[in-house]
């Protein structure tokens, strides 16, 4: 498996523990914030990414989903209102955020239609060719391997299911690049130490966004893994993109 530079990118350089340990961790302490800050730092245009990724599903209308990384439910209670599949079954490894995210689930009345259970999306605990589609709305960035979440989606993967992975990306224009970058660097973790006991989690997010392997890097490494029909689709200017395939 290749490691990559966001591999090494992890909330506390300090701690012993793993990648996956300390996400865990960071995950549990700001849950009760989460969703808030997100609203909060994206002005809400998260939720309109999240619709335009979830659209890319619906010429396939799967019936059975895995979100990836669900964290507290937000992709997958709105899969179920945009795409009405029988079942869509979250995972993530924070008991905190899936606490949460249930709690949502059993307020939109949608237990029937949505599962949220701990587990790790390079360990996925379910058969070969198990979901028509799976999604993962900012959680690549998070996973310990990248190629082996990857490939532990594309085995869970019905033949011609697909992937959609939303997350994070550099803007390329220089205007927009030097703003992002001041408000990553320098804002938003100020903004988060008024409303969160854990503001580096906000400094771990622009260092991890940095590092990532977007837009066709993403891709190769997609394609390398055996994905098909592969495409990359940037959004607000590059903030966020959009990444599909097939298996």
């Excluded at 992890?10 to 997100?38: T, W």
């Excluded at 949608?110 to 058969?127: A, H, M, N, V, Y």
């Excluded at 997010?205 to 990359?232: A, C, N, W, Y």
Aim: charged share 25%; glycine share 6%.
């Amino acid at each position: 498996m290749t490691q990559y530079a966001h591999d090494t990118v992890v909330p506390n350089q300090f701690s012993a523990n793993s990648k996956k340990e300390q996400v865990k961790e960071m995950f549990d302490d700001i849950a009760l914030r989460y969703d808030f800050l997100n609203r909060f730092l994206s002005a809400g245009i998260d939720i309109r990414w999240r619709k335009k990724a979830l659209a890319y599903l619906k010429d396939i209308q799967p019936q059975s989903i895995l979100d990836v990384a669900t964290g507290t439910g937000d992709v997958a209670i709105m899969a179920s209102h945009l795409l009405n599949p029988k079942h869509i079954t979250g995972i993530d490894i924070s008991e905190g955020m899936l606490e949460i995210g249930r709690e949502k689930v059993k307020n939109a009345g949608l237990q029937q239609q949505i599962s949220l259970l701990k587990g790790d999306s390079e360990t996925i605990s379910f058969e070969n060719n198990s979901f028509d589609a799976v999604t993962v709305a900012f959680g690549v960035r998070n996973f310990q391997n990248l190629d082996k979440g990857l490939a532990e989606i594309l085995r869970v993967l019905k033949p011609n299911g697909k992937l959609v992975v939303l997350e994070f990306s550099k803007p390329q224009t220089a205007i927009i690049k030097t703003l992002y970058n001041f408000y990553m660097k320098s804002l938003a973790p100020n903004i988060c130490k008024l409303f969160s006991k854990n503001p580096k989690a906000y400094i771990y997010l622009g260092e991890s966004i940095q590092k990532f392997p977007e837009g066709k890097h993403f891709i190769e490494v997609m394609d390398r893994l055996g994905f098909r029909h592969t495409i990359s689709k940037p959004l607000s200017l590059g903030i966020c993109s959009i990444y599909c395939g097939e298996k």
